[in-house]
């Protein structure tokens, strides 16, 4: 089995910064792209950034210039680093990875970590 464990949500005011984790552990023997998606209340699951393998990335235009995503592959572990957080912002952070396991290769997600942005 393979999970993904997301960490460091929370409450933060607009202009603030927070750093999201996710830690994939299990049978793993590659992982492949790592994504970050959101979904705020009412609204559909929208990609907010992913970094290929090889350390490629690529970000939805309202995250550019204030998100960064990357990725320890040595910790299975990817991060997503948000500053001038904006109320916008607000929703539920999911972890997405394409995992190359003992068994196959599938996509799995994270139980999502929640981020308010408000003063």
């Known amino acids: 089995q393979v999970q993904l464990v997301e960490s460091g949500g929370g409450l933060v005011q607009p202009g603030g910064t927070l750093r999201l984790s996710c830690a994939a552990s299990?049978?793993?023997?590659?992982?492949?792209?790592m994504a970050w998606y959101r979904q705020a209340p009412g609204k559909e699951r929208e990609l907010v950034a992913a970094?290929?393998?090889?350390?490629?990335?690529n970000y939805a235009d309202s995250v550019k210039g204030r998100f960064t995503i990357s990725r320890d592959n040595a910790k299975n572990t990817g991060y997503l680093q948000m500053n001038s957080l904006k109320p916008e912002d607000t929703a539920v952070y999911y972890c997405?990875?394409?995992?190359?396991?003992?068994?196959?290769?599938?996509?799995?997600w994270g139980q999502g970590t929640q981020v308010t942005v408000s003063s």
């Open positions: 970094i290929a393998n090889g350390g490629s990335t």
């Open positions: 299990g049978s793993i023997r590659s992982i492949f792209a």
């Open positions: 997405n990875a394409d995992v190359n396991s003992s068994w196959n290769r599938r996509i799995y």
